[in-house]
C-alpha cells in the first residue's frame, strides 16, 4: 500500500560490488542496481568495485557508514560459501542492528527461481549509524529480485504502514 499524498523522498544510495574478476565494463549486478535506484528517483551517491576482502570490503563500508550524506549502501557479491566469500563477515561487525527478515524474505522470494540452492546464499540487511545496509549476492538475477521485490518499496517514504526512510533520523532535516 502505498501513500499517494506524500511526497517522494530521494535518499542517497552507494552501491558496492566485491569481486576479484568484475570491472566497471563487465559489472552487471552494479550497473542494474545504479540503474534501478535512479529511475525510482534515489541518487546513486557513489559506485566502487573492490577485491573479495574482507578488511577492503569493510573499510569502504565503513566511510560510507561515516558519511551523513549515505543513506543506504549496498553491496553485491561475496555473500556465497566458497573461496573468497567474505561480505557478510566484512558487513555483520558493522551492524548496529540486524533485519533478519531481509533474508528470510529473500531467501523465500529467490527459491521460486533457483530453488534449494537459494540456502546456500548469505544476503542480509541492517542498520548502521543510522545508515541501511544491502548485502546481496553477486547475480544480477538476484539483484533485479531484491530491489524489485523488497529494497525498492522499503527505500519508498509513501509505503504503508511502514518504510525504512521514515526510521532514519536525519532525514526528518531534509
Same mark, same amino acid.
Request: aromatic share 6%.
Given at each position: $500500500?502505498?501513500? %499517494?499524498?506524500?511526497?517522494?523522498?530521494?535518499?542517497?544510495?552507494? *552501491?558496492?560490488?566485491?569481486?576479484?574478476?568484475?570491472?566497471?565494463?563487465?559489472?552487471?549486478?552494479?550497473?542494474?542496481?545504479?540503474?534501478?535506484?535512479?529511475?525510482?528517483?534515489?541518487?546513486?551517491?557513489?559506485?566502487?568495485?573492490?577485491?573479495?576482502?574482507?578488511?577492503? #570490503?569493510?573499510?569502504? *563500508?565503513?566511510?560510507? #557508514?561515516?558519511?551523513?550524506?549515505?543513506?543506504?549502501?549496498?553491496?553485491?557479491?561475496?555473500?556465497?560459501?566458497?573461496? &573468497?566469500?567474505?561480505?557478510?563477515?566484512?558487513?555483520?561487525?558493522?551492524?548496529?542492528?540486524?533485519?533478519?527478515?531481509?533474508?528470510? $524474505?529473500?531467501? $523465500? #522470494?529467490?527459491?521460486?527461481?533457483?530453488?534449494? %540452492?537459494?540456502?546456500?546464499?548469505?544476503?542480509?540487511?541492517? *542498520?548502521?549509524?543510522?545508515?541501511?545496509?544491502?548485502?546481496?549476492?553477486?547475480?544480477? %538475477?538476484?539483484?533485479?529480485?531484491?530491489?524489485?521485490?523488497?529494497? %525498492?518499496?522499503?527505500?519508498?517514504? &509513501?509505503?504503508?504502514?511502514?518504510?525504512?526512510? $521514515?526510521?532514519?533520523?536525519?532525514?526528518?532535516?531534509?
Amino acid at each position: $500500500m502505498s501513500d %499517494s499524498a506524500r511526497e517522494f523522498l530521494p535518499l542517497n544510495i552507494a *552501491v558496492l560490488t566485491a569481486s576479484d574478476s568484475r570491472t566497471d565494463a563487465d559489472d552487471t549486478s552494479g550497473h542494474l542496481l545504479v540503474e534501478r535506484l535512479t529511475t525510482a528517483g534515489h541518487r546513486a551517491l557513489d559506485k566502487r568495485i573492490v577485491p573479495d576482502d574482507v578488511y577492503r #570490503i569493510r573499510a569502504v *563500508v565503513s566511510s560510507w #557508514i561515516a558519511d551523513p550524506k549515505t543513506d543506504v549502501v549496498i553491496t553485491t557479491g561475496g555473500t556465497g560459501v566458497t573461496g &573468497r566469500d567474505g561480505t557478510p563477515e566484512a558487513v555483520t561487525p558493522l551492524l548496529d542492528k540486524v533485519l533478519d527478515g531481509f533474508g528470510e $524474505m529473500f531467501r $523465500m #522470494i529467490s527459491f521460486d527461481d533457483i530453488g534449494s %540452492s537459494t540456502l546456500q546464499s548469505r544476503a542480509l540487511a541492517g *542498520v548502521a549509524n543510522g545508515t541501511y545496509l544491502f548485502v546481496l549476492p553477486g547475480s544480477t %538475477s538476484a539483484c533485479a529480485t531484491a530491489w524489485d521485490r523488497l529494497i %525498492s518499496s522499503q527505500l519508498d517514504n &509513501r509505503t504503508l504502514p511502514c518504510n525504512l526512510p $521514515m526510521l532514519i533520523p536525519r532525514l526528518k532535516e531534509r
